[in-house]
């Protein structure tokens, strides 16, 4: 059975930082791409970024371009997001998603996590 | 454009059939993906590709796609079908992924 656990999420002042977590199970994790996907309370889901299953193309949403770092610890089966210069727009649920193939920007987001909520704000 | 969009909610009876659509420049190129989402629950894969499936998805579930529209169709709607759908797919760029707006799908 796949299971993506999340963690990390919390509250954060503008400005600050955050490192997100995804721990994969039941799957080859070097074998997919992943993804993070948000979503803002009462809002839509937002593509956020992913990230090749051997780690080496990574693809960043507008939003979040020079902010924020997707990477992967193949040998932990870990999926990472660290955060930087964060705003209060960035409050939001995060998913992880596992992508259907190594490729990241080919293949849909099969699994998913239950999310880990980041709140923005002083 | 790398907007996807969708109508905001639709309603059905039970049993009926309700086609959600999406449209899109870039599902010219690409084909969509549709996502199920419950309230308080991650979203769940319901159909990709040209008209796939995932296991354990019903087969009252299917997709299509024409030009820049592409569509999810609920054949015999039920209560537990009632839910938030977005559509996905790749941007111009074909890297990047796009939601679309969300449609509310109300079963009556």
């Known amino acids: 059975e796949v299971q993506l656990l999340e963690s990390g999420g919390g509250l954060v002042q503008p400005g600050g930082s955050l490192r997100l977590s995804c721990a994969a199970s039941g799957i080859t994790f070097s074998s997919y791409a992943m993804s993070w996907v948000r979503q803002a309370p009462g809002k839509g889901l937002e593509w956020v970024s992913a990230?090749?299953?051997?780690?080496?193309?990574?693809f960043y949403a507008d939003s979040v371009k020079g902010r924020f770092t997707i990477s992967r610890d193949n040998s932990k089966n870990t999926l990472y997001l660290h955060m930087n210069s964060l705003r209060a727009e960035d409050t939001a649920v995060y998913y992880c998603?596992?992508?259907?193939?190594?490729?990241?920007?080919?293949?849909?987001?099969?699994?998913w996590g239950q999310g880990t909520l980041v709140t923005v704000s002083s | 454009s790398s907007e996807l969009t969708q109508d905001p909610a639709v309603s059905v009876a039970l049993g009926q059939t309700v086609r959600i659509t999406c449209q899109g420049d870039s599902l010219r190129s690409y084909y969509a993906s549709w996502y199920q989402q419950k309230p308080g629950q991650a979203p769940v894969l319901v159909v990709y590709?040209?008209?796939n499936r995932p296991s354990g998805i019903p087969d009252r579930f299917s997709g299509s796609s024409s030009g820049n529209t592409a569509s999810l169709t609920i054949t015999g709607a039920q209560a537990e079908d009632e839910a938030d759908y977005y559509c996905n797919s790749r941007d111009s760029s074909g890297n990047h992924r796009v939601f679309g707006t969300g449609t509310k799908v109300t079963v009556l």
């Open positions: 590709g040209k008209n």
């Open positions: 998603a596992k992508v259907q193939t190594a490729a990241a920007g080919t293949g849909e987001l099969d699994y």
């Open positions: 990230i090749s299953g051997s780690g080496g193309n990574t």
